[in-house]
């Protein structure tokens, strides 16, 4: 059974940084297009960055610049590192695959506030 676990996430001041983590057990991950969503209280959940496995990135406009995501397929892990945070990154963040979803892990939540 595939199961995604994200970490990394906490309160932060308006431009301080933090890096969330997203381990994928049981699935062949090195193939996967995969990607960061997030999901503010009251909005759908928006995707904000992917990574292919050839390591292509793409970014969603609010984050271009200040996020990177990037992946360790031998450890079978995503990352994504938020700087210049802004209060409007407060959401919980969730990695899964683009495309044909895995059941969703339960998130980190991110709090950018003063």
């Known amino acids: 059974q595939v199961q995604l676990v994200e970490s990394g996430g906490g309160l932060v001041q308006p431009g301080g940084s933090l890096r969330l983590s997203c381990t994928v057990s049981g699935s062949i991950f090195r193939v996967y297009t995969m990607g960061w969503y997030r999901q503010a209280p009251g909005k759908q959940r928006e995707l904000v960055a992917t990574?292919?496995?050839?390591?292509?990135?793409n970014y969603a406009d609010s984050v271009k610049g200040r996020f990177t995501i990037s992946r360790d397929n031998a450890n079978k892990a995503l990352y994504l590192q938020m700087n210049s945070l802004k209060p409007e990154d407060t959401a919980v963040y969730y990695c899964n695959r683009i495309g044909i979803l895995i059941p969703w892990g339960q998130g980190t939540q991110v709090t950018v506030s003063s």
């Open positions: 990574i292919t496995s050839g390591t292509s990135t």
